[in-house]
Every structure is written in structure tokens, then in C-alpha cells.
């Protein structure tokens, strides 16, 4: 059985369509076939396929087959199969067309085909039934394009011919124009990728470019239209579509033409109107600055007279553009005549007056002859006034006035006004004094005087500037006389009457002698008063006596010492001890190498100085030296030269500047301030001693209270300046290891928060000194001495110091004895505190409190006193410790780690010495430190210095005080411990 097939699925070039392929099933005992095609022989073969390839589209072929036997002999054909080939796939006719950023293809449809195929540069790309492709490409790049047709058994024909072709880029973005005048201002937007643009003006390139994105079209006709085009184009020009504006020109906007004219208020301008159609108006400019705009063709300008405006005209339509400048018209309103003008007839004068003119820089004044008004220039002025001076007594006189601008353009004369000249006037002298403020009719040294003259105008019209003066007669002026000018009076109606006044003043060198002067009046016309003569008598004054009455110290902290080294204000009070006065007094100070100063002058100088008068002057100082002096030199008015030596010393106590005293009458013969001091002999040659560790003094004494009826002692403030010295000198403590480091601190007083903050065991003055001095020194252990000198008392059974602040109302004003104990007690846990030791220069029986006075009469007449007096003191066995010396009440005393030296029992008073201002225990405390109490060894103890201070003070007190001795005390456990070691 032959079965055929038709090629399909495949290009129409391999046969796809047109082949039919034959296949039969092989005939047992046959080796060879015979194949028919229309009756026609194709082949004899052993084969049992063949393809036949010479066939014809849309043609029907009739196959037969038979078998040959081994003799060559043809069997019976098979029967006639028919083969339809199919129709014929052509080739579509495409056409290509560039679009924006894509190539666009399109055929017209074939009959036979259901699908295309799209190729591009070879490659089948897409595959569609439509008859039209967009292909998405990149602008700039040529791509190559080919169609071929498919029908429904899959077969493709053949490709048409290869077309090529590039993209488009899109045209630019946001293309539009803006129009001036006649120019048109063009811009878009980039296209990314293209490589430039072409802008076209009706049809023409007018303007290539590679990245601009605007352009100024220039000199294009007025009121016309044009159209523009754009695009993009690829690196070879090649061109995208364009993007099209229409755009109108502007009209031309054309000069007008101006004139102007000015009257004596304004200058009014107009102009041509301008030919637009369009909507417009006119900007008006004075001297180059817009002054307005309107739709008017003319224009008032009110401007000050007497300057030149120039004005120009432009058109501005209804766009904004503005013309070129019209022509120039200048003008300027001429000044009229002053306004408010009077004239007024005066004694040989006619005085004018007028309102100043805007814009007028001169005023002419003509005389004027009313009879035949011819006028003559009298002359020119720049002011609102003048006066023709120098005329004939009562007689008219006519004048015009006209303004003249800064051009000497005249503006128009006023109407003619006259002035009668007055009659003269007549002064006559109708009385005159001499009058001085002591009353004594003589002028004295600085004593203030007047000779007082009256005058009348008994004339026919007023006086003008009356100017009274004296005249000196030989030798009545001095330069020790001073005489006032007298104002002058601008006018003396007739019949009125004028009283003068002439200072007259005597400085303190006045001279005594007779003054005669005479009394002048001029005037104005020169019809002046005759001379009158007066005289007054002069006598001579008592002179000065500067003097040197005080001085004070004031340093950065409030404080009246100075430091060395260290700047304070040197305040000097100078007073005039004298009921002689001074015009002026000068005082100096003289410099040494000992101490700078501040002071740029060095010489300061005063004006008058009355008696009992005082100056104070101030300058800054430094010292290099403990002691210094400043010399004072003092000149007054009478030539008097005096030098006043002040004798100055660091680290001592002087007044402040608040506390400078004023000398009253009767006044002194002889006063010194700042003498040499005479230094007490406790003060001089104190030995540098030392100690085993080192040492922290707190050195604190109270001499004022705020209750005036508490008394203090006032040995206080040279106890505590001499013990800081001791301090100092002997035991070899700085500053920086004393309490207050700053002495001036607790300068005569010390509250009850101050002890506490000095005490406290915890936040203390007292602890911080002994960390800080530690930590500076670099030692491991110090003790602490402590010195209070100042009043004591018995508060709610308890022993307490009376700070400055003490009030019986408020019990923590008062400050204990046992709380400085307990605060010692803790400041002494810490490890590196060694010994302390308290000297107490106290009076615990204040006068203005409770006294618990036991006279020694008293104490003898007690039986237990005699019992306790009789006890012997038990013998110290070797090995044993010190058994403590109790010699105080156990009411202050301290616990056993604190050694204290008291002033006095309680029961007692503490006494100043009768010699010294010390208090008794602290003048013997100091000698007994300066070496007195040793016992030759050169170490002082504990027991050698009480020993000394307490014989002393008994044997002291004893001869003054014999039933109330003062009776010091110690309270030690160590009484034969080494105080510190003389040198």
C-alpha cells in the first residue's frame, strides 16, 4: 500500500509544501519497485520510500506502484493515489517606519498566511498574526528588518527584502516662548541620549546645538507671526519628529515727545499721545527717578521754588516694555516774595523780619522813593532778619524785598513797606550802692560783693543793648579781685527804670586798699550814661594750715592690712586746721625703693579749700618691706610747703577709708598720725624655734560684740596679732598653716557659725587645713596648737566661749567648751593628728552674765578647800605613766589626749596687764615661749611653761588683786612633753 505525505512545518526553501514524501510496506520475495507519477516511470527502486522534490505548489499529482520480480517483470500497479501539494506561501511586501524611540513595521495581509515572522539583524525576534510590529529600540542605532509569512500546516515562506532604519529620539519637552518687544525668548527641556537639537524659525535652521536649552531670537519684525519648530537628532543628525509654537511679536513701543512749562507753584508738562493700540501708559521721571505713571498726557509737579527739575516721558504698554526716553524739558519755580515780611521803625534803625523761603539762598532789600518808587539795592543777606542801622532820628523810611535761588534767579519784589525811625532815648543815673555779705562795708578774702547801680530812660524812645561795665581807676584792679561781666539788656522802654548788679569777688590773697571805678553804660546809639564814679575799701585774710589728719588702708578683701607684696588703696585725708582759706591746695607723694604705687599722677591738685575743710585722695600701693614710709607733700594757695612722713607697716591693722576721722574746733596746736611705731620689746628678737612634727596654729580672738552691754577686753586685737607672730617666728608656721590664713578674717570678732565652721570635725576650716597641708607639705603627722583670747560664761550649766553674735535668747549662739572638746576628739581620730594643745587666754565671769566669782578669803574659810590643799601628791613610781596634772575644774576639763593651758580658774578673773595692752596670761605666755620658761636644756616643756606662766601671773595678780588673784591653769597628761626646742 503506498502512502504520501506532504512536507510541511518547515522554510518553503526546503520544500516545505511542495515535497511529497512516499512510503510503502516491503512484499515478500520482491527486491525492487516500480513508482508511477501520472503514468509516468519516477523510479525503480529496492527502496521502500521516496521523496519527490520536482513538484509544483497548489498542484494534485497521481501515484501508481507495482513489485518486479526476480526477471525483471513488472506486477499489477497499485491503484492511483491523488496528492494535493500546498498553495504557495509569498513573500510580504513591508514597509518600515521610523517612530520615537521604536521602528514601526506593516504589511498588507496574505491569504493563505496565518502568522509572520518578524527578524531583525538576522534573528527572529517576534512572532505575530497581525499585519504590523512596533519594535522598541534604542534612538541612535540603525537595526535591519525582515518579514516572512506562515501558513496553517506551519510552513514559512521566504523573508522579504532587508530594510533598515533607525529610531527616533522624542522631540524636547516643555517646548514654549516668551515674547519682548521684538525678540522671542525660546527654551525646552534635554532629551537624554540625543545628541543635539535643531530649532527651526518657518521652516528655516536658525540655530544648532549640541546641550543649550534656550535661545534669544533677536531683531524679528514688530507685530508679527512666526512659527517654531525643535527636535532631537542622533549622533549622525539624523532628525525626530518636531514639536511646532506660534508666537506673536509685540507692537513697537515708540518715544513720545514732551514741553513743560513753570509758574510760581508748579511745573505742569504734557506730551504726544503714542500711536499703540494696545493698552499703555506714561512714566513720568524727575531728575532720572520715577516719580509716577498715568494714562494721561499731561502732568502737574508742585515743587519747591528756586531749583531746576528735568523731566522725561516713556511709554509702557500693557506687557511692561517701556520706550526710550522722551526729549528733556528743565524748569524750576522761581521763589516768591518772603512771606510774613514786617518792618518795623526802631531808635536809628528799621529792623526787617520775614519768613525764611524754600529754595531761597539770598534776600535783596532795595530803598524805595515813594515819590518817584524807584527802587536802589540797599543790600543782601542770607538770614530771616536784618537791621538798617545808623538813620536820622524820627524819620520813614520805604523798602521791597525779593528772594534769589541758588541760580541768583530773582523771583518777583514785594509790596512796598515803610518804617518810622524813633525819636532818641535819654539814660540818667539815679542812685548807686556798695553792698558786701559780711555787712561790714569791707570786702574780705573770699567774700563775694556788688556795687548796685539804678538807671532811668527819661528820653522820647526806648534804649537798645544797654551794656554796663566798671572802669578801673589807677589801680583798682588786682589779680586777687575778680569783677563779672553784667549781662547786657536788650532793651529800656521810656520812663522805665533798670537796677544793675556788678559782682564783685576777693580770692583769699586779696590785698587790702581803697577800689575806684566808675560806672559805664553804653548804648546802643551811642547815647551812653556819663561815667559815675564809686569806691569800696579790701582788707587782707588770715592764711591756711593744711594738714595731714588721717589715713586708712583698704585691701581686695574688705579687709585694713597690708599684705606683702600684695596691692592695697592708700586713702589720705588732708584738712585746713586754719579759719584761713585756700584757693587751691596740691598734694604729692614721694616715692622710695621700699614700696609701688599706682598712681599715674603722683600729684594731685584742688580747687578751694574752705577752714575745717578736708580732702581725701586715694592711690594703690605695694610694699617690699615690713615697714615703709610714704612722705606727704602739702602746698596751699599762700605758697606754704609742708612734708608729712607717714609711717606704714605690713600685716598691721589700720582704719578704712569709712572710718577717716574729721578734725572739729577748736583746733589742735600740733597732730601726728602715722608716726614711727615703737615696737614692744615682746616684738623683737624672737628665737626660731622647732618642733618635732609640723604644726597648724588657729590663732582666733573676739573684742566686739552685737549686744553693746557685753563688755570685751581690749588687749584682744594686740593678743591675737602678737601670738599670730609667735606663731610665725617661733614655731616657723606660714600663712597657709595658720587659721585664718588671711588674719583680717576674724579681725575683732568671730560668730558662733564661724567657730562651727572651723570646727566641725566633718566639713571643717580646721580639717580641710590639715588635708591641704598635708598633701603640700608631704609630712605624714602634724599637731595643732590653738590660741583664743576673748570672754567666757556659764550657759545652761555649761562653760561657753561668748562668740560676737551671742543672744541669751537663741542657746546655739553661745559656743561650748565641751563641744570644741568633742570636735578636737574626732579631728584627732585622724592618724596623721598628733599632739593638741589649747591656750586659752579666757574670763569665763563676763560682767554682763552671771558671775561665779570665789575670792581666795572664801576658798581659805572652807574646810574642804584646807583638807584638799593639806593632801599630798603620791610619788611617781619608775615604769609608771604620768598621772594627769588636774588643776581645772572638771567642768572644762579636756579629755586626756588634749593638753590645755587656762588663763584663769572659773571662779576668777582673767586681768589685762597694767603695763602692756596684753592680757596678763598672754603677755607671760609670749615670754615664757621666747625662752624664759627653759630651764637651760633648750627644750620647753609642757610643765616648764606653765610653771612660768602661773608664777608669774600669781605674783602679778597677787600685788594688785590680793583677795582675787588670777590663778592659770593646765590640764595635761603628759606634762614633760617637749612643747618645741630653742636655737
Not at 518772603?338 to 529754595?359: A, H
Not at 615604769?879 to 584663769?904: C, D, H, N, Q, W
Request: charged share 25%; hydrophobic share 35%.
Amino acid at each position: 500500500e503506498l502512502t504520501p505525505l506532504v512536507v510541511s512545518g518547515v522554510y518553503t526553501k526546503d520544500g516545505s509544501g511542495r515535497h511529497i514524501n512516499l512510503s510503502w510496506q516491503p512484499v515478500a520475495g520482491v527486491n525492487n519497485y516500480a513508482l508511477y507519477r501520472d503514468g509516468t516511470l519516477l523510479s525503480k527502486q529496492a527502496e521502500t520510500t521516496y521523496e519527490d522534490t520536482d513538484t509544483k505548489y497548489a498542484t494534485t499529482y497521481i501515484y501508481e506502484i507495482n513489485s518486479i520480480d526476480n526477471d525483471n517483470i513488472e506486477g499489477v500497479n497499485s491503484p492511483k493515489i491523488p496528492v494535493n501539494t500546498h498553495i504557495e506561501v509569498l513573500v510580504p511586501n513591508f514597509k518600515l517606519t521610523p517612530v520615537i524611540n521604536a521602528i514601526s513595521l506593516d504589511w498588507p495581509s496574505l491569504e493563505t498566511s496565518v502568522n509572520y515572522k518578524i527578524f531583525r539583524n538576522g534573528s527572529n525576534i517576534a512572532d505575530t498574526p497581525d499585519t504590523s510590529f512596533i519594535d522598541n529600540v534604542k534612538p541612535g542605532k540603525e537595526y535591519c528588518y525582515s518579514v516572512a509569512a506562515e501558513d496553517n500546516y506551519q510552513t514559512v515562506g521566504p523573508q522579504a527584502d532587508i530594510q533598515c532604519g533607525k529610531a527616533y529620539y522624542a522631540p524636547p519637552g516643555n517646548f514654549n516662548g516668551q515674547v519682548i518687544r521684538n525678540e522671542v525668548s525660546l527654551s525646552w527641556t534635554v532629551v537624554l541620549g540625543a545628541s543635539g537639537y535643531h530649532l527651526y524659525r518657518n521652516n528655516e535652521l536658525i540655530f544648532e546645538t549640541i546641550d543649550a536649552t534656550e535661545f534669544l531670537d533677536e531683531g524679528l519684525e514688530f507685530d508679527s507671526d512666526y512659527t517654531y519648530e525643535i527636535c532631537s537628532h542622533d549622533q549622525d543628525v539624523y532628525e525626530g519628529p518636531k514639536v511646532v509654537v506660534q508666537i506673536k511679536t509685540h507692537e513697537e513701543v515708540l518715544a513720545t515727545e514732551v514741553t513743560g512749562e513753570s509758574d510760581l507753584q508748579k511745573i505742569s508738562l504734557s506730551w504726544k499721545k503714542s500711536i499703540l493700540v494696545a493698552e499703555h501708559r506714561y512714566r513720568i521721571y524727575r531728575d532720572a527717578e520715577l516719580l509716577d505713571e498715568t494714562t494721561d498726557t499731561s502732568y502737574q509737579d508742585f515743587v519747591p521754588a528756586g531749583q531746576f527739575f528735568c523731566y522725561i516721558i516713556t511709554v509702557v504698554d500693557h506687557y511692561g516694555t517701556e520706550s526710550e526716553k522722551s526729549n528733556e524739558e528743565c524748569h524750576k519755580v522761581l521763589v516768591s516774595s518772603p512771606k510774613n515780611l514786617v518792618i518795623t521803625g526802631d531808635v536809628k534803625r528799621v529792623m526787617f523780619e520775614w519768613k525764611k523761603m524754600t529754595g531761597a539762598e539770598i534776600y535783596n532789600i532795595y530803598t524805595v522813593d515813594k515819590e518817584t518808587e524807584s527802587k536802589t539795592l540797599l543790600t543782601k543777606t542770607k538770614q530771616g532778619f536784618y537791621e538798617h542801622k545808623d538813620l536820622e532820628f524820627d524819620k520813614e523810611y520805604c523798602y521791597k524785598v525779593s528772594c534769589v535761588d541758588a541760580d541768583g534767579d530773582e523771583g518777583p519784589l514785594s509790596p512796598v513797606q515803610c518804617g518810622w525811625v524813633l525819636p532818641p532815648p535819654h539814660i540818667t543815673l539815679i542812685e548807686k550802692r556798695f553792698v558786701e555779705g559780711s555787712g561790714n562795708k569791707i570786702l574780705d578774702g573770699r567774700e563775694h560783693g556788688w556795687i548796685i547801680a539804678t538807671i532811668v530812660n527819661d528820653g522820647r524812645s526806648p534804649a537798645r543793648e544797654l551794656k554796663p561795665w566798671l572802669e578801673p581807676i589807677g589801680d583798682a584792679i588786682t589779680p586777687s579781685l575778680k569783677i563779672d561781666s553784667v549781662a547786657m539788656t536788650p532793651k529800656l522802654d521810656m520812663g522805665d527804670t533798670l537796677t544793675i548788679h556788678f559782682p564783685i569777688y576777693a580770692k583769699l590773697k586779696i590785698e587790702s586798699g581803697e577800689r575806684n571805678f566808675n560806672i559805664r553804660v553804653g548804648e546802643f546809639t551811642g547815647l551812653d550814661l556819663e561815667p559815675e564814679p564809686i569806691s569800696f575799701t579790701t582788707l587782707k585774710v588770715i592764711a591756711p594750715n593744711l594738714v595731714v589728719t588721717d589715713f586708712a588702708i583698704d585691701n581686695e578683701w574688705g579687709q585694713h592690712y597690708i599684705p606683702k607684696n600684695e596691692m592695697v588703696t592708700f586713702s589720705v585725708r588732708v584738712q585746713n586746721l586754719s579759719e584761713g582759706k585756700s584757693d587751691t591746695v596740691s598734694v604729692r607723694f614721694r616715692r622710695d625703693s621700699s614700696f609701688v604705687s599706682e598712681d599715674a599722677d603722683e600729684l594731685h591738685q584742688f580747687g578751694f579749700v574752705n577752714a575745717g575743710e578736708y580732702l581725701d585722695f586715694k592711690f594703690e600701693i605695694m610694699s617690699r618691706e615690713d615697714k615703709f614710709t610714704v612722705y606727704i607733700e602739702l602746698y596751699d594757695y599762700f605758697e606754704t610747703q609742708k612734708t608729712i612722713p607717714l609711717h606704714l607697716e605690713t600685716m598691721k591693722k589700720y582704719k578704712g577709708a569709712d572710718d577717716l576721722i574729721i578734725v572739729e574746733t577748736p583746733y589742735p596746736d600740733d597732730l601726728t598720725v602715722g608716726a614711727a611705731p615703737i615696737i614692744p620689746e615682746l616684738m623683737t628678737g624672737i628665737p626660731k624655734g622647732s618642733t618635732e612634727r609640723g604644726t597648724i596654729g588657729i590663732v582666733l580672738g573676739n573684742l566686739d560684740f552685737w549686744n553693746p552691754e557685753i563688755p570685751g577686753k581690749s588687749s584682744t586685737s594686740d593678743n591675737v596679732r602678737m601670738v599670730r607672730e609667735y606663731f610665725h617666728d617661733l614655731f616657723g608656721m606660714e600663712d597657709h598653716a595658720i587659721i585664718p590664713s588671711q588674719f583680717w578674717l576674724y579681725s575683732e570678732r568671730i560668730s558662733s557659725r564661724d567657730l562651727q565652721a572651723i570646727f566641725d570635725p566633718d566639713l571643717g576650716y580646721l580639717r580641710k587645713k590639715i588635708e591641704s597641708n598635708l598633701d603640700y607639705s608631704g609630712q605624714k603627722s602634724l599637731d595643732l596648737i590653738l590660741y583664743y583670747s576673748g570672754e567666757g560664761t556659764t550657759f545652761r550649766g555649761e562653760k561657753v566661749l561668748i562668740p560676737y553674735d551671742a543672744d541669751l535668747k537663741n542657746q546655739y549662739s553661745f559656743f561650748s567648751i565641751n563641744k570644741l572638746y568633742s570636735n578636737l576628739i574626732e579631728i584627732q581620730k585622724m592618724e596623721e593628728v598628733g599632739e593638741i594643745t589649747l591656750f586659752m587666754d579666757v574670763d569665763f565671769n563676763n560682767s554682763a552674765f552671771q558671775q561665779y566669782i570665789v575670792k581666795t578669803s572664801a576658798e581659805e574659810e572652807d574646810p574642804k578647800a584646807k583638807k584638799k590643799k593639806k593632801k599630798k601628791k603620791k610619788k611617781k613610781k619608775k615604769g609608771e605613766p604620768e598621772e594627769p596634772v588636774a588643776r581645772l575644774p572638771k567642768e572644762i576639763m579636756p579629755p586626756e589626749s588634749i593638753t590645755a593651758f587656762y588663763a584663769s580658774n572659773t571662779t576668777q578673773i582673767t586681768y589685762d596687764h597694767p603695763d602692756m595692752n596684753n592680757g596678763i596670761f598672754t603677755y607671760y605666755l609670749l615670754r615664757g615661749l621666747r625662752g624664759e620658761a627653759d630651764n637651760g636644756d633648750k627644750k620647753v616643756t609642757i610643765a616648764e611653761l606653765h610653771e612660768y606662766i602661773s608664777k608669774h601671773v600669781q605674783d602679778t595678780t597677787g600685788k594688785l588683786y590680793k583677795d582675787l588673784p588670777q590663778v592659770p591653769q593646765l590640764f595635761s597628761s603628759n606634762p614633760d612633753r617637749v612643747l618645741y626646742r630653742l636655737p
